[in-house]
T-cell receptor, first 115, second 112 residues
Framework: DTAVSQTPKYLVTQMGNDKSIKCEQNLGHDTMYWYKQDSKKFLKIMFSYNNKELIINETVPNRFSPKSPDKAHLNLHINSLELGDSAVYFC??????????????FGPGTRLLVL | GENVEQHPSTLSVQEGDSAVIKCTYSDSASNYFPWYKQELGKRPQLIIDIRSNVGEKKDQRIAVTLNKTAKHFSLHITETQPEDSAVYFCAASSGSARQLTFGSGTQLTVLP
């Protein structure tokens, strides 16, 4: 049973297209996150939701729009894709929004390549 | 906000030797310090964490030490094995922050 799952696993697309990545967790956690990992392996938080409420919104272009339809799902929609958006996007979840109160579990990642 | 620096960026050791990875943090209010291991093509996974009320924590071959005064913490892996080869990330978070700030990662290679 996969705890945090993401689809798709790979995404290859042209510049200017719009794409979505989906994430689901079956751990009963309250908090979900989106991270971006670039080619140098830097892990940078983009967004965090707690009980469907946006609590972290880092400096991310507004072409990126997260949506949390319920506690178990967090999707990421990207408009007008650019070359620099190529990266691995990880979803994560934790029981509590305070990091010390619950381990963050990561999904398998979505490898996005913009051509 | 929090800033976490991690060194070295790459580390090669012979199988059976020890490996040490060091991190420093800037926010004196930080009180939670996890370490994640990311194997090639896989997801980051928590391997050990430490809270600010503890100076050292061990789990079999891995240990983490914390020096609050100097604001640095370290990961120690003893008797390294080829399967320890991965990228290791440190992270830090304060009690009020709702996010982890990650270090830049260390690529550990254990040579057989």
């Amino acid at each position: 049973d996969t705890a945090v799952s993401q689809t798709p696993k790979y995404l290859v697309t042209q510049m200017g297209n719009d794409k979505s990545i989906k994430c689901e967790q079956n751990l009963g956690h309250d908090t979900m996150y989106w991270y971006k990992q670039d080619s140098k392996k830097f892990l940078k938080i983009m967004f965090s939701y707690n009980n469907k409420e946006l609590i972290i919104n880092e400096t991310v272009p507004n072409r990126f729009s997260p949506k949390s339809p319920d506690k178990a799902h967090l999707n990421l929609h990207i408009n007008s894709l650019e070359l620099g958006d190529s990266a691995v996007y990880f979803c994560a979840s934790s029981q509590d929004s305070r990091p010390g109160k619950g381990t963050q579990y990561f999904g398998p990642g979505t490898r996005l390549l913009v051509l | 906000g929090e800033n976490v620096e991690q060194h070295p960026s790459t580390l090669s050791v012979q199988e059976g030797d020890s490996a040490v990875i060091k991190c420093t943090y800037s926010d004196s209010a930080s009180n939670y310090f996890p370490w994640y291991k990311q194997e090639l093509g896989k997801r980051p996974q928590l391997i050990i964490d430490i809270r600010s009320n503890v100076g050292e924590k061990k789990d079999q071959r891995i240990a983490v030490t914390l020096n609050k005064t100097a604001k640095h913490f370290s990961l120690h892996i003893t008797e390294t094995q080829p399967e320890d080869s991965a990228v290791y990330f440190c992270a830090a978070s304060s009690g009020s922050a709702r996010q982890l700030t990650f270090g830049s990662g260390t690529q550990l290679t254990v040579l057989p």
